[in-house]
T-cell receptor, first 118, second 113 residues
């Protein structure tokens, strides 16, 4: 149980284009999902917290108009990198918390999406 | 906000020996401390976690200890094996409606056969 998937696993795009990444909880309902970015040999940096049915909460320094987050259902959150540039190239990872288990703080991570912007 | 420091950044251990990774946190209100293992290009995987009402937790070769007074917690891996080689991250969660995990900077553990 507690499986989180991400799609695509990797993507290469041209500078200026937009890329959408999907995060799904496969066997549980996730009222809250989290989006992280990880640069090579660095830690995970939280970008935003995505809540089902409401606006995402962005961390300081993360442009909400550039990184659009939509959490339209209890099993799906999407991150769209708009007008991507080479400096946006990174490993993007989502995580989800099982909203039906009130006592758990455990976050389950997706496999990540490696974005390369040319 | 919470700040988590992790040491060492790299650690090499002879196979069969023990490895210890330490983390300190800044906010005494933090109440949940997971440890994740991440292999190159893969997702972080939860290996063990501990809550603030417990001082120690063990799962086979892996154990975590928590010192709330000193605000630090440690990961202990005994009888290390080559497959333990990976990057390990500690994290802290404030709770009380704040669900954000703050991660440490990571420790690259290498097990020498």
């Amino acid at each position: 149980g507690a499986v989180v998937s991400q799609h695509p696993s990797w993507v290469i795009c041209k500078s200026g284009t937009s890329v959408k990444i999907e995060c799904r909880s496969l066997d549980f309902q996730a009222t809250t999902m989290f989006w992280y970015r990880q640069f090579p040999k660095q830690s995970l940096m939280l970008m935003a917290t995505s809540n089902e049915g409401s606006k995402a909460t962005y961390e300081q320094g993360v442009e909400k108009d550039k990184f659009l987050i939509n959490h339209a259902s209890l099993t799906l959150s999407t991150l769209t990198v708009t007008s991507a540039h080479p400096e946006d190239s990174s490993f993007y990872i989502c995580s989800a918390r099982d909203g039906q288990v009130a006592s758990t703080d455990t976050q389950y991570f997706g496999p990540g999406t490696r974005l390369t912007v040319l | 906000g919470e700040n988590v420091e992790q040491h060492p950044s790299t650690l090499s251990v002879q196979e069969g020996d023990s490895a210890v990774i330490k983390c300190t946190y800044s906010d005494s209100a933090s109440n949940y401390f997971p440890w994740y293992k991440q292999e190159l290009g893969k997702r972080p995987q939860l290996i063990i976690d501990i809550r603030s009402n417990v001082g120690e937790k063990k799962d086979q070769r892996i154990a975590v200890t928590l010192n709330k007074t000193a605000k630090h917690f440690s990961l202990h891996i005994t009888e290390t094996q080559p497959e333990d080689s990976a990057v390990y991250f500690c994290a802290a969660l404030l709770g009380f409606g704040n669900e954000k995990l703050t991660f440490g900077t990571g420790t690259r553990l290498t097990i020498i056969p």
